[in-house]
């Protein structure tokens, strides 16, 4: 138990469906990440939140729309997904931007 | 080619083996991480490190920063090592990931 907390676990969608995953953290963490793992490429950084603010967006489709309503949430919102979107998502934190990662158990997404 | 390289890709062992992992990056960085993936994706953070070595348990990590490598080693290793280990480095303020080492360890 790293202290971040993913929800759902799994979760299989429609390409014309809209579902958000959750990460919850109550570590005091400032930061907050999401990153996708797709089958044998490495993990890829999609977002960063410092302080409630989007610090970085590694060119991420308009698809994934993260929200970060407080320090202890984020939200990754999806919405017509492509199967090739299918991949484990994972979310982190850590204390501040660059300090050591924390991180969830991530949601396995399956886009049919 | 890849900023962070591992070797093996695929290792099995016996248990009690001693096992090493190794990781390569071509990039600055302020520290690297060993994390252990389990099956159903869980990451946990083994080592955090910027210079020499470090134990925890049957664990042992170390850093070369002059040759910009890194070595996971695993004494006695045991069926519940099996795993994915990932190599991440600090570059600025972003995690760069290798592709990972998956490790089974028989009985």
């Known amino acids: 138990e790293t202290g971040v907390t993913q929800t759902p676990r799994h979760l299989v969608m429609g390409m014309t469906n809209k579902k958000s995953l959750k990460c919850e953290q109550h570590?005091?963490?400032?930061?907050m990440y999401w990153y996708k793992q797709s089958a044998k490429k490495p993990l890829e950084l999609m977002f960063v939140y410092s302080l409630e603010e989007r610090v970085e967006n590694n060119s991420v489709p308009s698809r994934f729309s993260p929200e970060c309503p407080n320090s202890s949430h984020l939200f990754l919102h999806l919405h017509t997904l492509q199967p090739e979107d299918s991949a484990l998502y994972l979310c982190a934190s850590s204390l501040i931007a660059g300090s050591e990662a924390f991180f969830g158990q991530g949601t396995r997404l399956t886009v049919v | 080619k890849n900023e962070v390289e591992q070797s093996p890709q695929n290792l099995t062992a016996q248990e009690g083996e001693f096992i090493t992992i190794n990781c390569s990056y071509s990039v600055g960085i302020s520290a690297l991480h060993w994390l252990q993936q389990h099956p159903g994706g869980g990451i946990v953070s083994l080592f955090m490190l910027s210079s020499g070595k470090k134990k925890h348990g049957r664990l042992i990590a170390t850093i070369n920063i002059q040759e910009k490598h890194s070595s996971l080693h695993i004494t006695a290793s045991h069926p519940r090592d099996s795993a994915v280990y990932i190599c991440a480095v600090h570059n600025t303020d972003k995690l760069i990931f290798g592709t990972g080492t998956r490790l089974q360890v028989f009985p």
């Open positions: 570590l005091g963490h400032n930061a």
